[in-house]
């Protein structure tokens, strides 16, 4: 009989073990469906690309469990009826979408400076008769609370990636002042 409490024991912890193993993908849903699909980006078994890294350099990966979401359109002007979209997945990599290119995600790593973990998004547009006139906004919060803004110039030519970190100038910055 006690030989038969062992072999119990060993398949129960095998059993276990397994179970616990399978816990963080099962629980972060496995591979989020909105994450970047470049075949160069490796994939882990979490949905994580294995070059992410936190805000502040080093291997990190987000612990995300929601998403965010801003939009905005340009009223009047040249650009009339164009729509910006920021959408973060939930491994804390952020997109963006300009409806002239309808369907296509560009991750916003491309612009120079872009923070990693980003947790809240905002965006703002500027007609053509503003005093800052066909500029679009691109505000993000790191996981570690500091806010960083790109300003990029909106031309005839929809965001791309091929072509967003030229639009963004300099890239991102970090808010100064911001109450962190």
Request: hydrophobic content about 35%; aromatic content about 6%.
């Amino acid at each position: 009989m006690k030989y038969g409490f062992r072999r119990l024991s060993t398949v129960t912890g095998t059993v276990v073990a397994a179970i616990l193993l399978a816990s963080p993908a099962v629980a972060q849903g496995g591979v989020d469906s909105t994450a970047r699909t470049d075949s160069t980006a490796p994939r882990l078994l979490s949905g994580h690309t294995a070059d992410q890294k936190g805000s502040t350099g080093g291997n990190k990966h987000c612990e995300r469990v929601q998403r965010d979401f801003s939009s905005d359109v340009v009223d009047f002007g040249t650009f009339s009826d164009t729509q910006f979209h920021l959408a973060t997945n939930r491994q804390g990599e952020a997109f963006l979408n300009d409806s002239r290119n309808p369907g296509v995600w560009v991750d916003i790593d491309v612009i120079p400076g872009a923070p990693k973990c980003v947790i809240d998004t905002d965006l703002s547009a500027t007609e053509s008769g503003a005093n800052i006139p066909n500029k679009l906004f691109l505000n993000v919060e790191s996981e570690d609370g500091k806010i960083f803004q790109a300003v990029c110039n909106i031309t005839a030519t929809p965001f791309s990636a091929s072509n967003l970190a030229t639009a963004c100038g300099p890239g991102f910055a970090q808010i100064p002042g911001t109450p962190v």
